[in-house]
């Protein structure tokens, strides 16, 4: 017996001496201390897990299988610039997985990169890994720096990847009508739409571009009529394109330099130079003075401008952005039965365009009046009209959370997102209704995307407002 207690002790001490080195301190806290990063991580608390993450490569120098995961909870957490130095790392040593290399070049594209990102997204389009993720981010980033014919080339390279996928053909007519407008109506023409949820707004599309190019316009007004029809259908960069091509064919039309910073305010720039620079040209210029007036009112001062609104209402009936312009001004002066009625003429003008659905149903949610009524009806009429546009599903799930009913706004809210991943006014609206539901993590994590975006949009400072409110000292 004691024989066989010898033999087994001498068999068995390797595995005993190699159990104790494991079992030693140092093995053991590194053992549990990624244990504790990768619960944070699973569970969302991302703050924690970067720096438990951090802790563990400073004990661990040579896992480069960690760099990739540090980043990541550095990036969820919002800190851009250790997410972009633990990424790169990984990047450049060649761990870096698909999601990595995605969340890289996104980091990138907030800092004012270039090059890096679209070798990234480039060497993953040559890999065929990530194409549906890959193609929207190329077409969206040469969309923002006004290269319309790599823009073009790229959508029709996801046309080929995704030939059914119809919102690839309509942003291909779009900007095929910037380029080209009588290519485009005849592209158009040409263009069989069966499917119903984007029927709508392909026929908005003809109805905006027939009335721009109704009675031929030539040279630079043709440019001024197409930049309006993109600006109804809410295409506001390629609409400052078309604007700018007037200014290439006439340096001196006013009107054009009005548009132009119209332009620049929806898209997030103070569009204040081109309208002086439209007033220098000819100070009495209805269209001068009304956008004039809609910059200041923008501005806080909507009285300065009330008058030419209304001259400008009077002298083109027929368009709507008069009729919402004035809606905007006398809401902010505090007169939201008037302000209620010109939204509701703007529809009058031009029912089938969802952006006026669109319009009376913010209009309803910024003041939380006849939300039951008016705004729900507004926002189903959108949804209705457009069925896939983020900016109505939004605006459908922000009046059903100011009505309380969290759940029908959650699924609509994720259906925006669904179509725009990076929809900033979505992810803040879910943050809120997170928020309303105790549901805090969540929340967290969609208001955090909203604030680390680098965007202008109002919902970046109340987003970060919410942050410092509910979870400073989480």
Known sequence: ??????????????????????????????????????????????????????????????????????????????DVENAEAFLKQAYHAGVLSLEGRIDLADVLIQKGAVDLPLEIWMNLMHEKKGESIVYPKLVKFWRSQGDLEKCRAILEKWAEFDPSNIKIK?????????????????????MPVNDPEWKGRFEQFSRSASLAMMSNPEGAYLWIKVGRALASLGEWD??????????????????????????????????????????????????????????WRRQGKPQVGLVYLQSAAQLEPDQPIWQVELGNTLSEMGDLISALAHFQTAIRLEPGNPLYWVKLGGFCADHEIELNTIGIQAARQAVLLAPNSPETLDLMGRILLLTGDFVSAERFLQ??????????????????????????????????QVAQSGSKQKEVVLARRLLETYFSKR
Do not use: C
């Open 1 to 78: 017996m004691r024989r066989h207690l010898r033999l087994i002790l001498l068999i068995s001490s390797p595995v005993l001496f190699a159990l104790l080195f494991t079992l030693s301190p140092q093995p053991v806290q590194v053992y549990l201390l990624q244990q504790e990063a990768d619960w944070a991580y699973r569970a969302g608390f991302y703050d924690m897990a970067a720096d438990k993450y951090s802790l563990l490569l400073s004990r661990q120098p040579f896992r480069i299988d960690l760099l990739e995961r540090t980043g990541l909870a550095y990036y969820r957490s919002g």
């Open 170 to 190: 309509y942003e291909l007519l779009v900007i095929l009508f910037t380029q080209n407008p009588s290519v485009a109506m005849a592209s158009y023409s040409s």
């Open 238 to 295: 390629l609409a400052a394109a078309a604007f700018k091509r007037s200014l290439d064919i006439n340096p001196q039309y006013a009107d054009a330099y009005a548009f132009l910073g119209e332009a620049q305010q929806n898209l997030g720039v103070d569009g204040l130079a081109y309208l002086q620079k439209a007033q220098q040209l000819n100070p009495d210029s209805m269209i001068v003075k009304a956008l004039l007036s809609v910059y």
């Open 415 to 448: 259906r925006a997102l669904e179509q725009e991943p990076d929809y900033l006014a979505s992810h803040f609206h879910l943050g809120q209704l997170y928020i309303k539901a105790e549901r805090y993590e969540q929340a967290r994590d969609h208001l955090l």
